[in-house]
């Protein structure tokens, strides 16, 4: 489980590489659960590779996802909450399946 981290990672390759190595080890039919936010101030756009900067823009849940099936994962259930922090930012939970 992942909880308000992949969008502290500016840089595309790590959070590509993270998601692959939990997908590595986790065991056959378990379930990696994420959640993320959108639109952070300041940001970086989703396939960029910063060093410098930390906070993440999704921008598009599918960008996630793809990834995420591109590795072996299976989409189990994705929700995009209606409702927005006290910054206004949008939050995803993604479940998925190895």
């Known amino acids: 489980m992942s ?10 390759n790590v959070r590509l590489n993270i998601l692959k190595h ?10 990696l659960v994420i959640q993320l936010a959108d639109e952070f101030h300041r940001g970086v756009d989703y396939y960029e590779n910063s060093k410098l900067r930390s906070n993440l823009i999704v921008s598009n849940i599918k960008y996630i996802t793809n990834d995420l099936e591109a590795i072996g994962f299976e989409i189990l259930n994705e929700f995009i909450e209606k ?16």
């Open 22 to 31: 939990m997908y590595d080890k986790l065991a056959k039919d378990g379930v």
């Open 3 to 12: 909880t308000i981290t992949f969008e502290h990672i500016g840089n595309y």
């Open 83 to 98: 409702q927005y922090d006290a910054d206004g930012n949008k939050w995803y939970t993604i479940y998925a399946k190895k």
